[in-house]
């Protein structure tokens, strides 16, 4: 089963992009890849999946390498509430696991 | 509208005792999973079920119990065997795309 490892936190200032990088050396070739957002208190939330090359959406984009052993989400201009807990899924099976996610500050 | 529905918010389990978290969806999906997150951790995965009437263990099953009797519903059973029960539980269904669609998530405490 993929792995993913990603830095446990991240501080970032209001109007900044962000980029969170997760490397899942592992990746099978049937895998996606999906990130999660999680409020405390809350279940994750989907932002965003993608296979290869780049995946873009109103909220975030996905940039992902020719061998897929890792993907960075690119947050653009954060606000305040963009603090979150931030988890990368790699998987195609139904043995769907988290790695321990980046927690995001944003300050103002 | 269409989701998963935790139930109920917050629980508390005298010692000894079994409880049951219910968890429903009418998103019509064949996946459903539970997940067990203490305070500032990721999500560990105790169960999930990839069809009716089948259901696998995953990383931390023990001292929970699970069914799968009907699509819509998977509730999960925390044991008297489970000795440090307190975390937020949170339930999810997978999309055929392999996306996971979350509940609220219930609150277990211990008294």
């Known amino acids: 089963l993929a792995k993913t490892t990603q830095p446990i936190s991240m501080d970032s200032y209001e109007g900044q992009e962000v980029n969170i990088t997760c490397s899942h050396n592992n990746i099978a070739t049937n895998d996606y890849i999906t990130w999660y957002q999680q409020f405390p208190s809350q279940g994750p939330r989907f932002i965003i999946q993608g296979y290869k090359t780049k995946v873009t959406n109103e909220v975030a984009s996905l940039f992902i390498p020719a061998d897929r052993k890792s993907s960075t989400l690119s947050l653009p201009r954060v606000s305040l509430s963009d603090t979150a807990v931030y988890y990368c899924q790699s998987a195609s099976s139904y043995k769907l696991i988290f790695g321990s996610g980046t927690r995001l500050l944003v300050r103002p | 509208d269409g989701g998963i529905t935790q139930s109920p918010k917050y629980l508390f389990r005298k010692e000894g005792q079994n409880v049951t978290l219910s968890c429903e969806q009418n998103?019509?999906?064949?996946?459903m999973y539970w997940y067990r997150q203490d305070p500032g951790q990721g999500l560990r995965l105790i169960y999930y079920?990839?069809?009716?009437?089948?259901?696998q263990k995953g990383d931390i099953a023990e001292g929970y119990s699970v069914s799968r009797e009907k699509k819509e519903s998977f509730p999960l059973t925390v044991t008297s065997a489970q000795k440090n029960p307190t975390a937020f539980y949170l339930c999810?269904?997978?999309?055929?795309?392999?996306?996971?669609?979350f509940g609220s998530g219930t609150q277990l405490s211990v008294l």
């Open positions: 998103l019509n999906h064949d996946a």
């Open positions: 079920s990839q069809i009716v009437n089948d259901f």
């Open positions: 999810a269904s997978k999309s055929p795309e392999a996306l996971l669609f």
